[in-house]
């Protein structure tokens, strides 16, 4: 793949790498909830899948989810699942947003964020239907190429873990108001609710 073709990629990438989703709204949620660096575990775990998700589309996972609609719709109800289970749990944990003098403290470890973050990402049937549509156009007609699959996974998840950085960073700042119960329920409950309305919206969605 040339430089100059590798910076369209770049370019083309920015609107969906940066769109409202609910890795972006975990990323959010996280933030709130935990802090910077707890959102840059979880922004680590939506990279490695979205890595994942490009070498599987350039296995024929893509084209399957493009083609069938069973498989298509298993992936979406287990995905729409898993985020409703977020939502629910997010909404009931208390736990998560308690607060020790000014400052709230981290609940969850790095690796349980990687977790939800990984699964949120490759149970996502949209985002590997916008790579299926989006890598073959930067890839040489002749077929597979493990070394272009691996540029262009790379740089798609580099530039979604810039984004989940960018809030991460952002929204540390936002934390500082979150000193008394109420504030906290209220960001509890409409986080917990965005997450059920993400899975919703999922189950109800089409190719």
Same mark, same amino acid.
């Given at each position: 793949?040339?430089f100059?073709?590798?910076?369209?990629?770049?370019? @083309?990438?920015?609107?969906? /790498? !940066?769109s409202? %989703?609910?890795g972006v709204?975990? +990323?959010i &949620?996280n933030?709130?909830?935990f802090?910077?660096?707890?959102?840059?575990?979880?922004?680590?775990?939506?990279?490695?899948g979205? @890595?994942?998700?490009?070498y /599987? !589309?350039?296995? %024929?996972?893509?084209?399957?989810? +493009?083609? &069938?609609?069973?498989a298509?719709?298993?992936?979406?109800?287990i995905?729409?699942?898993y985020l409703?289970y977020?939502?629910?749990?997010?909404?009931?944990d208390?736990?998560?947003?308690?607060?020790?003098?000014?400052?709230?403290?981290?609940?969850?470890?790095?690796g349980?964020?990687?977790?939800?973050?990984?699964l949120?990402?490759?149970?996502?049937?949209k985002a590997?239907?916008v790579?299926t549509?989006?890598f073959p156009?930067f890839?040489r007609?002749e077929?597979?190429s493990?070394?272009?699959?691996?540029?262009?996974?790379f740089?798609?998840?580099?530039?979604?873990?810039?984004?989940?950085?960018?809030i991460?960073f952002?929204?540390s700042?936002?934390?500082?108001?979150l000193?008394?119960?109420?504030r906290?329920r209220w960001v509890r409950r409409?986080?917990?609710?965005?997450?059920?309305?993400f899975?919703?919206a999922?189950?109800?969605?089409?190719?």
């Amino acid at each position: 793949m040339s430089f100059d073709l590798w910076l369209v990629f770049v370019a @083309v990438s920015l609107l969906p /790498a !940066v769109s409202p %989703g609910p890795g972006v709204m975990l +990323a959010i &949620s996280n933030t709130l909830r935990f802090g910077r660096n707890a959102t840059l575990a979880s922004a680590t775990g939506n990279a490695v899948g979205l @890595v994942v998700i490009g070498y /599987a !589309v350039a296995f %024929g996972f893509g084209a399957l989810m +493009a083609t &069938s609609a069973l498989a298509f719709t298993i992936l979406k109800f287990i995905g729409a699942a898993y985020l409703v289970y977020l939502g629910v749990r997010i909404w009931r944990d208390k736990s998560s947003f308690q607060v020790h003098g000014s400052v709230l403290t981290v609940q969850k470890s790095p690796g349980k964020l990687f977790l939800e973050a990984l699964l949120v990402s490759v149970t996502n049937p949209k985002a590997i239907l916008v790579i299926t549509a989006l890598f073959p156009q930067f890839m040489r007609s002749e077929g597979f190429s493990l070394a272009e699959t691996g540029i262009l996974s790379f740089t798609y998840a580099a530039l979604c873990f810039a984004n989940h950085a960018a809030i991460a960073f952002a929204g540390s700042h936002m934390r500082r108001f979150l000193t008394s119960a109420k504030r906290i329920r209220w960001v509890r409950r409409a986080t917990g609710g965005l997450f059920v309305g993400f899975g919703a919206a999922l189950a109800s969605a089409s190719r």
